[in-house]
């Protein structure tokens, strides 16, 4: 097969055409695809910024062969590691599709301008099976015309009792006796295996009269949504700033009902003059139950306990340092990030300033209390605003330490933690707008990576320094549910839908969008708007599973007995109630 397609690159040069065309073709047993979008990266991509980016080193368990770069445009991966196939189609009516490998790297998008998508999909099944996901109607996963090979992978799946090379010629015989309670759960491979070599997939056209209409398919490319009709979405303000702290504390000190006290910081912030003090308590420096006395000795124990860590690494001579490449090579980072860190606020301004070498001096010592993580570029970031508002550094050093216990999956270096939250809020935004879904996805194959910096630092370099200190301690009170800045991301990118969709963009111009978007968000419109999509989502009755799992609400129904995401989350709790939440709206309502 040959067909035309095209790559949308991400040229950095503006005399070079970002949308190039070229063929896919399938020559022997190899797929080769011409004209691509340069070298394939094997690493995880943040999507810009290498600064930020967290580079896996962690070794595959099996060594797949990689997608290889045949010439500067052009790629070919063997169809035995094609592991997987994405169609879609968003609303500027491009087809296009995306190849994954059995080592986890996606190939560019391919677009098809002038169709030729289905007579591909034909041509792959003389040599591999493409069988449809059951989670997903337009992901099609790969699997060889190879009885043993097949049974190999029952073997490893581990889904019946006893293996062999006879199992697909006994399944075939007697299915019903062979994987009776084995293949319960995974229907739609046991499917897989058992369709001939010689009865590939049929892909129906719409002018295929003698096929019946399936639910699961996609006839010309439909548009696909979450396949519930969400409700109206309610109207949210904002409340004012919490400023009744001595009102909270009993005689001794004591902090009474400060669930009360995290919703009031959720609905408006806290009074600046405040945050010092209440800051300790939702970073976990201080427990909410004690009492003023108990608190001077927590402060007395950290302080020994900060200033033994720090004398670690001051003790450390440059000999020493010198055969000490960890430590080494910490803070020289170190030195490197407190240099551009917030530069522009008078704490950290100018040259030899103390407040400079305070953030150098946490962040070192942070390496000895944390020898796991030690330091990854962009902590410096989180650090800053504690040390701003605490002017105190071991105040702030263990206030940091609470805050990296939100947050250090995000520095770790397999970044499974960042893939992990870029997906739960592709699922979010596929519930709420498909269409700006799609539209995003056909430009970043699906991986929202110009989101990465949001979600790495909690949205650091997007708001003004006060913004921020705003948004942090609203966060910090894990209210409405601990994926709050999941909903914040959504609502950022729901507010540049017009912008986004609008225009002609491709992945360049996307990106250079979002990096505009810098100190020009309003952090208040966010926050309503971010609040309202968690109301109109929890008050839909429907809500598909994965998008109650991204939200922390997990509802067990008839239908869902008897699957496994079901049973593993029947014990959880609620967050929030479904009914007569849009009432509450304006009024803030209560989270538990």
């Given at each position: 097969?040959?067909?035309?397609?095209?790559?949308h690159?991400?040229a950095?040069r503006?005399?070079?055409d970002?949308?190039i065309?070229?063929?896919i073709?399938?020559?022997?047993?190899?797929?080769?695809?011409?004209?691509?979008s340069g070298e394939e990266?094997?690493?995880f991509?943040p999507?810009?910024?290498p600064?930020?980016?967290v580079?896996?080193t962690?070794?595959?368990?099996?060594?797949?062969?990689?997608?290889k770069?045949?010439?500067?445009?052009?790629?070919?991966?063997?169809?035995?590691?094609?592991y997987s196939?994405?169609?879609?189609?968003?609303?500027?009516?491009r087809?296009?599709?995306?190849?994954?490998s059995?080592?986890g790297?996606?190939l560019?998008?391919?677009?098809?301008?002038?169709?030729?998508?289905?007579e591909?999909?034909r041509?792959?099944?003389?040599?591999?099976?493409l069988?449809?996901?059951p989670?997903?109607?337009?992901l099609?996963?790969?699997?060889?015309?190879d009885?043993?090979?097949?049974?190999?992978?029952?073997?490893?799946?581990?889904?019946?009792?006893?293996?062999g090379s006879?199992?697909?010629s006994?399944?075939i015989q007697?299915?019903?006796?062979?994987?009776?309670g084995?293949?319960?759960k995974?229907?739609n491979?046991?499917?897989?295996a058992?369709r001939?070599?010689e009865?590939p997939?049929?892909?129906?056209?719409p002018h295929?009269?003698?096929?019946?209409?399936?639910?699961?398919?996609?006839?010309?490319?439909?548009?696909?949504?979450?396949?519930v009709?969400?409700?109206?979405?309610p109207?949210?303000?904002?409340?004012?700033?919490?400023d009744?702290?001595e009102?909270?504390?009993?005689?001794?000190?004591r902090?009474?009902n400060?669930?009360?006290?995290?919703?009031?910081?959720?609905r408006?912030?806290?009074?600046?003059?405040?945050?010092?003090?209440?800051?300790?308590f939702?970073?976990?420096?201080?427990?909410?139950?004690s009492?003023?006395?108990?608190?001077?000795?927590?402060?007395?124990?950290?302080?020994?306990?900060?200033?033994?860590m720090?004398?670690?690494w001051?003790?450390?001579?440059?000999?020493?340092?010198?055969?000490?490449?960890?430590?080494?090579?910490?803070r020289?980072?170190?030195?490197?990030?407190?240099?551009?860190?917030?530069?522009?606020?008078?704490?950290?301004?100018?040259?030899?300033?103390?407040?400079?070498?305070?953030?150098?001096?946490?962040?070192?010592?942070?390496?000895m209390?944390?020898?796991?993580?030690?330091?990854?570029?962009?902590?410096?970031?989180?650090?800053?605003?504690?040390?701003?508002?605490?002017?105190?550094e071991?105040?702030?050093?263990?206030?940091?330490?609470?805050?990296?216990?939100?947050?250090?999956?995000?520095?770790?270096?397999s970044?499974e933690?960042?893939?992990?939250?870029?997906?739960?809020?592709?699922?979010?935004?596929?519930?709420?707008?498909?269409?700006?879904?799609?539209?995003?996805d056909?430009?970043?194959s699906?991986?929202?990576?110009?989101?990465?910096?949001?979600?790495?630092?909690?949205?650091?370099?997007e708001?003004?320094?006060?913004d921020?200190?705003t948004l942090?301690?609203v966060?910090?009170?894990r209210?409405?549910?601990?994926?709050f800045?999941?909903?914040?991301?959504?609502?950022?990118?729901?507010?540049?839908?017009?912008?986004?969709i609008?225009?002609?963009?491709?992945?360049?111009?996307?990106?250079?969008?979002?990096?505009?978007?810098?100190?020009?968000?309003d952090?208040?419109?966010?926050?309503c708007?971010?609040e309202?999509?968690?109301?109109?989502?929890?008050?839909c009755?429907?809500?598909?599973?994965?998008v109650?799992?991204?939200?922390?609400?997990?509802?067990?129904?008839?239908?869902?007995?008897?699957?496994p995401?079901?049973?593993?989350?029947?014990?959880?709790?609620?967050?929030?109630?479904r009914?007569?939440?849009?009432?509450?709206?304006?009024?803030?309502?209560?989270?538990p």
């Amino acid at each position: 097969v040959d067909g035309r397609v095209y790559l949308h690159t991400n040229a950095k040069r503006s005399n070079q055409d970002t949308t190039i065309p070229g063929f896919i073709r399938i020559v022997e047993r190899v797929s080769k695809m011409s004209e691509s979008s340069g070298e394939e990266d094997t690493n995880f991509d943040p999507g810009y910024e290498p600064d930020w980016a967290v580079i896996s080193t962690v070794k595959k368990d099996r060594e797949h062969v990689p997608v290889k770069a045949s010439g500067q445009w052009s790629f070919s991966l063997p169809l035995s590691e094609l592991y997987s196939l994405r169609r879609a189609r968003f609303s500027l009516g491009r087809n296009f599709l995306v190849l994954t490998s059995r080592g986890g790297h996606p190939l560019p998008p391919l677009h098809f301008h002038r169709g030729g998508t289905r007579e591909l999909l034909r041509a792959l099944n003389r040599y591999i099976i493409l069988d449809q996901s059951p989670v997903d109607g337009r992901l099609f996963l790969a699997y060889p015309h190879d009885s043993g090979a097949l049974s190999q992978s029952f073997d490893k799946l581990q889904l019946l009792d006893d293996g062999g090379s006879d199992l697909v010629s006994r399944f075939i015989q007697d299915p019903y006796a062979t994987t009776f309670g084995g293949f319960s759960k995974v229907t739609n491979f046991f499917r897989a295996a058992i369709r001939p070599p010689e009865s590939p997939i049929h892909l129906r056209t719409p002018h295929d009269p003698n096929m019946a209409p399936q639910s699961d398919e996609e006839p010309g490319f439909e548009l696909i949504t979450c396949g519930v009709e969400l409700g109206p979405r309610p109207e949210v303000t904002r409340g004012q700033p919490f400023d009744k702290w001595e009102e909270f504390l009993d005689p001794e000190g004591r902090v009474k009902n400060p669930e009360k006290i995290k919703e009031l910081v959720f609905r408006g912030g806290i009074m600046p003059s405040l945050r010092k003090d209440i800051w300790k308590f939702l970073l976990g420096f201080y427990p909410w139950n004690s009492t003023a006395k108990e608190r001077e000795d927590i402060l007395r124990v950290k302080t020994d306990e900060y200033f033994r860590m720090k004398v670690q690494w001051k003790s450390v001579s440059e000999e020493q340092e010198m055969r000490n490449s960890l430590l080494r090579g910490y803070r020289s980072l170190i030195e490197r990030d407190v240099n551009r860190t917030d530069r522009h606020n008078t704490f950290f301004s100018g040259n030899d300033n103390p407040g400079l070498t305070l953030l150098h001096d946490v962040l070192m010592t942070y390496c000895m209390y944390n020898f796991d993580l030690g330091y990854v570029q962009g902590m410096s970031d989180l650090l800053s605003p504690l040390l701003f508002i605490t002017q105190n550094e071991v105040e702030s050093f263990w206030c940091l330490t609470g805050f990296m216990e939100l947050v250090h999956h995000n520095f770790e270096e397999s970044q499974e933690a960042m893939k992990q939250q870029l997906l739960q809020l592709s699922i979010l935004l596929k519930a709420l707008d498909p269409e700006l879904c799609d539209f995003l996805d056909s430009q970043d194959s699906g991986s929202l990576c110009f989101c990465f910096r949001w979600l790495l630092i909690w949205f650091k370099r997007e708001f003004p320094f006060e913004d921020i200190l705003t948004l942090w301690e609203v966060m910090w009170t894990r209210f409405p549910c601990d994926n709050f800045h999941l909903l914040i991301a959504c609502s950022i990118l729901e507010s540049q839908r017009g912008e986004l969709i609008g225009s002609d963009h491709d992945f360049n111009t996307i990106l250079k969008h979002i990096n505009e978007l810098t100190m020009r968000l309003d952090l208040q419109s966010i926050l309503c708007g971010a609040e309202a999509i968690y109301l109109q989502l929890v008050q839909c009755k429907e809500l598909p599973l994965k998008v109650q799992q991204v939200l922390g609400l997990y509802f067990s129904s008839s239908s869902e007995e008897d699957s496994p995401d079901s049973q593993a989350s029947e014990t959880q709790h609620h967050l929030g109630q479904r009914e007569g939440g849009a009432a509450a709206a304006a009024h803030g309502p209560a989270y538990p």
